[in-house]
Structures are given as structure tokens and as C-alpha cells.
């Protein structure tokens, strides 16, 4: 019957995608309601906002995806920042384990430095120059301040450090050979000093250096050194008591 009516009514096709026979027949009695002649204009309304409807309809399910894939990006980014901030927390603790383990073996090697007779300064660098003897070829038959020349050549980073520490030592104007020449000499001047002995190598802390008015550039210099060999160096000021220091380096070694 439902076919009947709208086939008299010339209603176009589309009327049959209607999406329930439900509202079709809503509709249909709405339409009989009305006059005859108002018949045909009415259906062409419902199916004109059932068309707006319709595209309403897809609009709203097209922000919805746009939408949800709008939040699985979020998501997406959030879950990569986490997997960032793991692995930054991750390096992070393996830079302080590193930190803990070089904290250990620079323990270790003042330890050993100590125990092996590394009481003060003097006796810091017979060490120093005795591990640069063995290491160079010839070197036991080599003068002291010759292997302290070939030990800086093999050094380009200590001899920096005393280019800056110690400008004194140098000209900027001489030759790289002619540096190294004048660094070797004044660390060998330090040999001859007994004052030098006041800086004194502590078991506990490394090399503790005494500053007064006068040692500016050979504290800097024995900075370089200990720096080089990966040994904890401390500067004080020469009011500063230290008594607890010097009975640590006058103990006997373990």
C-alpha cells in the first residue's frame, strides 16, 4: 500500500532510502494529513532534510575519526616521549655508575700511589717520571729532564694545561719544541726545591697543595700533573690547617 501512494505521488526513488519502513510511515501520514496538492512539495522537504541529515550525519562520523586519529597520534607521542625519558634516565644511571666506578679507581690508584712510598709533591712526580722512564725506549739511560721532555711530546693535553696554568714557562712567540724544552726544565726545577715538600700526598684525598704568595705557577704546574694521571689534586691556602692531612701521609703504608 505504502508503494501504491508514493508511486501516485510521482515520489522520486530515493525515497526508498528511508532507513526504517518505521519513518516511512510517519512520514506518509504526516503527508496525508495535508491537502492533496501539498503532497508531492512535502516529500520533496522530508527528503530534502533527510539529505541534510545524511550528510550531517557523515560529517560528524568524519570528525569523529579525524578525531580519534587526532588522539592515537597523541598517544603515539606520548608513548615515544616515555620511551625517550626511559632511555635519558637509563644513560642517566649509567653515567653515574661510571662516575661511581672512576670514583672507585681513583681510590685505588692514590691507595696504591700511597703505598708504593708517594708521600708529597717531590715524591709524586719521582713517580711520575719514573712511569714515563719505563715507558720510553732507552729511557733508563735518558737524563731525568730528557725523559720529562719525551714524556710531554706523548702528552698534548698536559702540555695545554701548562700553557694555560703556567704561562710564565713559555713564550708565545717560540716554537712548539722550544715550549716543551722550557716546560721540562722548570718541572725539573721543582726537584731541587725542599720547599716543595710541603705539599703533601694524602691517602685519602690525592695531592694537597699548599698555596702561598710566592708558588702560583708551580701549584698550577703539579695541577697539570695530577690532572694527567688521573689523580685528585686539592689547593689550600697555607692558613688552613691541615694537621689531620699530615698525620694521614705520616702513617705507615698498608
Known amino acids: 500500500m505504502m508503494s501504491t501512494a508514493v508511486t501516485s505521488l510521482n515520489i522520486p ?28 512539495p512535502l516529500f520533496e522537504q522530508f527528503w530534502k532534510l533527510q539529505a541534510q541529515v545524511a550528510a550531517a550525519g557523515k560529517e560528524v562520523t568524519a570528525m569523529a575519526k579525524e578525531v580519534t586519529a587526532m588522539a592515537k597520534e597523541k598517544a603515539a607521542k606520548a608513548d615515544e616521549v616515555t620511551a625517550m625519558a626511559k632511555e635519558k634516565a637509563a644513560k642517566a644511571d649509567e653515567v653515574t655508575a661510571m662516575a661511581k666506578e672512576l670514583a672507585k679507581t681513583r681510590e685505588q690508584l692514590v691507595a696504591a700511589l700511597y703505598a708504593s712510598g708517594v708521600v708529597n709533591a717531590r715524591s709524586f712526580l719521582e713517580h711520575v717520571v719514573s712511569m714515563w722512564r719505563m715507558e720510553q725506549p732507552g729511557g733508563s739511560e735518558k737524563k ?17 694545561c701548562l700553557l694555560r696554568g703556567v704561562p710564565s714557562w713559555t713564550h708565545a712567540n717560540t716554537k712548539e ?23 703533601l700526598f694524602n691517602p685519602a684525598k690525592g695531592l ?34 691541615t694537621s689531620i692531612e699530615t698525620k694521614d701521609n705520616n702513617a705507615p703504608s698498608a
Open 13 to 40: 526513488a530515493r525515497s526508498r532510502s528511508l532507513e526504517t519502513m518505521a519513518d516511512a510511515e510517519e512520514i506518509f501520514k504526516v503527508v496525508r494529513a495535508a491537502p492533496a496538492d501539498l503532497h508531492l
Open 144 to 160: 731525568r729532564v730528557e725523559v720529562i721532555k719525551d714524556g710531554l711530546k706523548e702528552r698534548p693535553d698536559l702540555v695545554a
Open 177 to 199: 719544541e722550544k715550549k716543551v724544552e722550557s716546560m721540562a726544565e722548570n718541572l725539573e726545577a721543582i726537584f731541587k726545591y725542599t720547599s716543595n715538600d710541603i705539599h
Open 208 to 241: 694537597i697543595l699548599r698555596r702561598d704568595a710566592h708558588n702560583g705557577p708551580i701549584l698550577a704546574a703539579l695541577a697539570c700533573v695530577a690532572q694527567s694521571m688521573a689523580v685528585p689534586c686539592h689547593i689550600e691556602d697555607e692558613k688552613e690547617d
